[in-house]
């Protein structure tokens, strides 16, 4: 009797996702908060752990699982004796409505603060925001207390079925907290509400130290600042154009006189330069500071704005002097006067108008045919004459004030033994970059694609366990960029050199690992690799911690 072939799983990079999954202790987590049914053949971390390689494997997430399951390598991924056929439909939507009955956003902030505590990860700034993301189908009916899947606009003015998710993390972009919430949610009622729930989630991971909290404008209300101090937080944001405090901090920093720091730069990948300058004021009676911040990188929107005004201002001052210089006055006081109304006329931003009136001489026209060797009668007209010219000053004027923007924070200009000055103020508020990163994995289709499931509650489930995926994604992509270095960089795809890789770029030197699973003579069954690993393969292999055994 021969070796068989009893299967070929296109294992790719999900035994690493699994491997972190379970050195997290998530598994054994998630059973103790949502206790095992005995008359269920799975448990609810096996369902948590297999839609959790399910979305990370760019599948559409709940559509044939059972039929997938079959085509992976399911003892070695989660756990031996496990079935596919166990999870049919009808199993998973029992795990799912028990994972809500057990309260999901509990279940996700225990693993969140688990994966914090495992990966040594500080608890000192968090960044938060929200976003909306589409959903499809007809649903049940749901209690008022059910999440609310609305129709609306999203933040790029599209109608839609939607629910919001909201997310707090770290400049890595690891959540600390994530919810899953009504589509209908204002931001500036999520950011007051929002800082009760982490400072509880503090409390329970026994931690009550001060910690920074750095949000988009929308947080920049009364109720914010006042949850923020019963937080025992600070508060970075900025400051809405709109609020009279700023408005006088960007008008003292136009003032010549005033004391503009040194050109800085924050390492980033645009090369943008930043001058900043700073104050204080008062808001709601909370004392302030206001830092204004001044970008050689304008922001592309501004940068569009600025040019459709210039265009407009030029087309504008075209029909102007086509207009008035083709009209003709007869007297210099009545040239004069309409000098004087179109001067007054124009508000001009990027250009310069000089304007006069010129005397023309010419013969006086008469009807009829002038008789033979007549000298013709002159007259003398006036016309306004206008030079336009683009005023390059005035121009770059306005690219500067467009460029800048204004910070807000309670953060003291000490703290924790560290200079927290505006220059540190604004790099915390840079790291804005890594949650809004997040919210392009959630709204990625290799990712997400569409969810779509028949009861809100499931939907939560889903949503939350999307929220659970990005936690584990960016735990790998943390763990790979602690190894790899400007002098050691990796060799992606391609052959590009990569020193910072995202998780993607990493999992696309896994694409083509195969695993064989053969019968041996005796009856045992063995896997074995399709081929051996390369060498960027084994690499990262080694910085985690794991070999080939993961596979095999």
Known sequence: MSVQIRAIYESSYLNIISTIFKDLGLPRLIDRLVPVDPQCQTRASDVVWLLTLDILSGRQALVHLERWAHDID???????????????????ARHLDRLYDANIHAVLSACLVQIYKKEGIPLRVFHADTTDVSVYGTYESASPDALQ??????RHHRWQKQIGFGLIGNEDGIPFYGDVHDGNLPDKTWNPEVLSRVQK????????????????????????????????????????????????????ADAQDTPWSDPFSLAEKNGATY????????????????????????????????????????????????????????????????????????????????????????????????????????????????NVEFDQDAWEQARRKASRFVLVTTVPEEWKGQPMDAKEILKLYKGQISVEMNFSFLKDPFFTDEIYVKKPERVAVLGYL???????????????????????????????????????????????????????????????????????QRRILQGLGMDESIYV
């Not at 991971?205 to 937080?233: C, G």
């Open 74 to 92: 399911l003892p070695k991924l989660i756990r031996p004796g496990l079935s596919p056929s166990w999870f049919n439909d009808d199993a998973i």
């Open 149 to 154: 899947i609305t129709h609306g606009y999203n």
């Open 201 to 252: 989630q503090l409390k329970q991971a026994k931690i009550e130290d001060e910690w920074i909290y750095v949000a988009d404008s929308a947080a920049m209300t009364k109720d914010t600042l006042a949850q923020t101090k019963a937080a025992n937080a600070f508060l970075i944001t900025r400051g809405p154009s709109s609020l009279r405090i700023v408005k006088t901090a960007l008008a003292k």
């Open 275 to 386: 001058r900043v300058w700073e104050t204080t004021s008062t808001y709601e009676g909370h004392s302030v500071r206001l830092i204004v911040v001044e970008s050689s990188a304008l922001d592309q929107r501004k940068g569009k704005t600025l040019e459709k005004e210039r265009n407009q201002e030029a087309e504008l001052l075209r029909q102007k002097q086509t207009q008035w210089e083709s009209r003709l006055f007869s007297c210099r006081e009545d040239a004069e006067q309409a000098l004087a109304s179109l001067k007054a006329s124009l508000r001009l931003r990027f250009h310069r108008v000089e304007a006069s009136v010129e005397a023309i001489v010419r013969p006086k026209k008469r009807r009829g045919r002038p008789k033979k060797g007549a000298e013709p009668d002159m007259e003398t007209l006036y016309a306004l004459r206008l």
């Open 466 to 536: 999307f929220l659970l995926a990005l936690a584990i994604y960016r735990v790998f992509q943390r763990r790979v960029r602690q190894f790899i270095t400007p002098e050691h960089p990796l060799k992606g795809a391609g052959g590009r050199k990569l020193t910072r890789p995202t998780g993607q770029a990493i999992f696309q030197l896994f694409w083509y690992v195969r695993v064989v699973l053969l019968e041996l003579p005796d009856g045992r069954i063995q896997r074995a690799l399709g081929q051996p690993l390369t060498y960027e």
